[in-house]
């Protein structure tokens, strides 16, 4: 067995809970909370964080009384539905950067900081939207079950990331003269994708966060598609790990992702990184980049 394939089999998963939950992680919350949650009825509901609620109408009273009828996911915002298909309505959920969409057996202190909205079920346990540092910038818009997919958030998105779009489609999106790294994280181009899974795509698919989609070759194209399948297995491995309660990090299975200085689990050569301001980009130099080191973002910000 080469260091290479001893890497892959033994690395553990990486507990950081990455800056934003993407597809695979609200996917599996999504299933969790859909299991858990079917028929709970709703006693009260409260929303601590003023800003959390986008919506006005229907408010968020309205919930009161009915029962869940199901959690689902779009991109990478859930959904929480209730009450009966004739009157049904629809919490969508933006996360953001350090939201989490929890179930707990008891109901929050109001001392707790975090929450933003919290929905009371009649059985003693709550649904909360809580949000985890000091800005508030995740939210939630309530509103008729039909008036979703309408919604500017959701009729915006591109196809779904997974299940994967067909291999000639996913070549039609992507042809644009933008860098990988930002256009499959544009969630109008394709859903899902976000800063840690990105560079899983990339790294799978051997390709250059800063290539171009409309340069990529149908080989390329073909790898592309391929290395969407991390997003599939990465919610089997949630199937397999996380039980009912969703924990605050989840334990994403990255290999490349924050994983700078480590060696690559393909070839070995050590991961390397750009940084920015606000992320971390990581790749294999060996068999992404043609051996370059690309530029540190902050330094080069630095030296204009
Ligand atoms: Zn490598």
Redesign the pocket.
Known sequence: MTT?SLALASAPPSLYAGPMPELPEVEIAARRLDAALAGARVESVLAPGMVALKSVKPPLEALVGLEVSGVRRVGKMPVVEFGPPAERLALLVHMMSAGRLQLFDKRASLRDRASRVLIRLEDGRELRLREFGTKQRAWSKLMAATDVATDEMVATLGPEAWPEPPAEQLAELLAQPRHLHPLLRDQRTIAGIGRSWVDEIL?EARLSPFKKGAELDPAEIERLHAALGVLGRAIGHYEEVVGETIPDKMPMPLQVHRREGEP??????P?AAIHYSDRITCY?P???TDGRILADRRLSRLLK
Do not use: D, L
Request: with cysteine.
């Open positions: 290479a790294w690559c689990p393909r070839c070995g050569e991961i294999c060996k068999e992404q």
